[in-house]
């Protein structure tokens, strides 16, 4: 059974700082990754999604890569700000429409 | 604008009650998900569909029940037999294929059910 683990569960950084969130997942045989953000009490916006044969996707700030041989996906958020503070969730698909597998998911903040 | 939307944004349930919580999409996406979000444990898979008339048990699918009578709609009936309902719950679509590559899943604003 695929299971997704995000390492740290919660970070703290001053405004400006770059930081790595990181995501693995115990089967490397999926069929995308995709990064999302959570404000408190909503819903999930989706920030990047890469495709099984990707190595990486970046949208502004943000760039994640993959490297499923490993297992592993990052989050890489380049000059924080206070706004970016948030739940950041990783979740991998095994095929087709079949459901996301989520993590538990990294709660950062970033301190003005 | 296309998206999900999920109603009522809180509800409050009472002891032996059954309650239905809406979710209605207009992204023409075939496949929809319920999840629930309890603090500390992310998002775990109640029950899913990928097309009318069909859908699929997830990880915690006791206690619940849906429907899926048109593409446009997932609803999700929340019955006495499931005895801690408090949590947050989060609709879902999506369609694997659009000019051949996966689209990102879309998330409705949730709805936050409570007990009386």
């Known amino acids: 059974k695929q299971e997704v683990t995000q390492i740290p569960a919660a970070l703290s950084v001053p405004e400006g700082e770059n930081l790595v969130l990181n995501c693995s997942f115990t089967d490397s045989a999926i069929y995308n990754l995709q990064w999302f953000r959570q404000d408190p009490g909503k819903g999930l916006t989706s920030l990047l999604l890469i495709q099984s044969s990707q190595r990486e996707q970046t949208s502004g700030r943000l760039n994640a890569s993959l490297d499923k041989s490993s297992g592993r996906s990052t989050l890489y958020i380049a000059a924080s700000q206070p706004g970016d503070s948030a739940t950041y969730l990783c979740a991998v698909v095994v095929s087709g429409n079949t459901p996301l597998v989520f993590g538990k998911g990294t709660r950062l903040s970033v301190i003005a | 604008d296309g998206g999900i939307t999920q109603s009522p944004k809180y509800l409050f349930r009472k002891e032996g009650q059954n309650v239905t919580l809406s979710c209605e999409q207009n992204?023409?996406?075939?496949?929809m998900y319920w999840y629930r979000q309890d603090p500390g444990q992310g998002l775990r898979l109640i029950y899913y569909s990928q097309i009318v008339n069909d859908f699929q048990k997830g990880d915690i699918a006791e206690g619940y029940s849906v429907s899926r009578e048109k593409k446009e709609s997932f609803p999700l009936t929340v019955t006495s037999a499931q005895k801690n309902p408090t949590a947050f719950y989060l609709c879902a679509s999506g369609s694997s294929w659009d000019r051949g590559l996966n689209q990102p899943q879309h998330f409705g604003d949730g709805t936050r059910l409570s007990i009386l």
């Open positions: 992204l023409n996406h075939d496949a």
